[in-house]
């Protein structure tokens, strides 16, 4: 007699629980939390680009179906911004439901085979390794980053490219810059050798830009382009858009048939990205980079806020804080399970972080400092300090 669990995809059941589910329901079952977890920022869109929108509700096209790939005024206002702001001046572009749903997976269908491999670096962005897991695909090579930097470890990379006897060279190379969980940023020479040594083996690179206006202390984002690197792209932190659900895919342009290949899995799985939410993103381009940039450099309030919080585990313990809204912070090194330590500081100290091995780096914490407004952020410090230095000093007091 078939059991419940043979009726269910193997590739489903060997996908990972998301973590932001976990964190959602330990949210639920405590009382009076507040969260240094999820990615997000505590803004919400321009005004002015929520106004306009508003009158968008009662035309019929909002309601309708459109384009595939996009609406072609926000794809032109798109490639317009990638020229002038990125210097990608010959990629095309699709708009898709999120650059986390659907732009990963969609390149996942696109251009990879369950059988090939993909490389990822540690510690990795969770959500695109469980999406290289839901499509099928098993052979997730991890690759180490610098302990001092966190930056992603070339050598190793032209190593694992340079495979022979027989194995196959990994299809894809993604990484975040600037990072998620890390909160690094990868600087332009050593990401132009990324790309070089992905050419050179015939592998795409994946580079998500979702914090490409996130960045301190002076620095400067940066895109490369080339007939093998796609650049993936949101509104969902820049512009308070996270529920709109609206990312966008720049592709090299002179692959022919790159474009026809994303249509077939983004006719089949969304057909189109929210309508509204693209009218929205339109009209949020209107407001340009400098509203972001004024929002996000308040953000360094909360950045210095949290960062102090995270004394308690010493010197050289936390890293981040270069680019996105992160810190990663190793655990003292008597403690071995994160995710125990994540329970008990939503428990006994009423707030929550992530554990670090849902990126692939058990006995460390993402912290994020995007999500609350500088008051709240304050107290949710507080609680996390107290928290750590009774770790640190006692370890987990049971309640």
């Not at 505590?42 to 968008?56: D, G, I, R, S």
């Not at 695909?137 to 027989?166: F, M, V």
Request: hydrophobic share 40%.
């Amino acid at each position: 007699m078939m059991t419940l669990r043979a009726k269910f995809a193997n590739r489903i059941l060997s996908t990972d629980i998301p973590v932001m589910v976990q964190m959602q329901e330990l949210i639920r079952g405590t009382s009076n939390v507040l969260s240094l977890a999820q990615g997000v920022v505590h803004w919400t869109p321009p005004t002015a680009a929520l106004q306009k929108v508003q009158e968008c509700l009662w035309d019929s096209t909002t309601s309708s179906y459109g384009p595939d790939d996009g609406l072609p005024e926000l794809r032109a206002a798109l490639v317009a911004k990638l020229r002038e702001e990125n210097k990608l001046i010959n990629s095309s572009v699709m708009v898709t439901a999120g650059a986390n749903q659907q732009a990963y997976a969609n390149l996942a269908l696109a251009l990879c085979d369950p059988e090939d491999p993909v490389v990822m670096f540690m510690p990795y962005y969770f959500n695109a390794y469980t999406t290289f897991q839901m499509t099928g695909i098993k052979n997730i090579r991890i690759g180490p980053s610098d302990s001092k930097t966190y930056h992603p470890d070339p050598d190793w990379l032209e190593d694992t490219l340079s495979t022979a006897d027989g194995e196959q060279v990994p299809k894809i190379v993604t990484i975040a810059n600037p990072g998620n969980p890390s909160g690094t940023y990868v600087p332009e020479p050593l990401l132009k050798r990324i790309a070089e040594l992905c050419q050179k083996a015939g592998s795409w690179l994946i580079v998500d830009n979702t914090y490409e206006y996130f960045m301190y202390d002076g620095r400067k984002h940066v895109c490369i382009e080339g007939d093998h690197i796609v650049n993936l792209f949101s509104f969902s932190k820049a512009y308070g858009m996270m529920g709109w659900r609206i990312g966008y895919i720049a592709y090299p342009s002179s692959v022919e048939g790159l474009g026809e290949q994303l249509l077939k899995v983004q006719d089949n799985v969304p057909i189109c990205a929210s309508i509204i939410g693209q009218k929205l993103a339109l009209a949020a381009l209107d407001a340009g980079r400098e509203w972001v940039i004024e929002r996000v450099e308040k953000l360094g309030l909360n950045r210095a806020i949290v960062r102090e919080a995270l004394a308690p585990l010493g010197v050289g313990a936390v890293k981040g804080g270069e680019g996105a809204i992160y810190f990663w912070a190793r655990l003292p090194d008597n403690v071995v399970d994160d995710v125990a330590v994540v329970r008990w500081l939503a428990k006994r100290h009423g707030v929550i972080v992530v554990p670090g091995s849902a990126s692939g780096g058990p006995g460390y914490i993402r912290i994020s400092y995007g999500g609350l407004t500088e008051e709240k952020c304050k107290l949710a410090a507080e609680r996390l300090k107290k928290g750590l230095t009774e770790l640190v000093d006692v370890g987990m007091v049971l309640l």
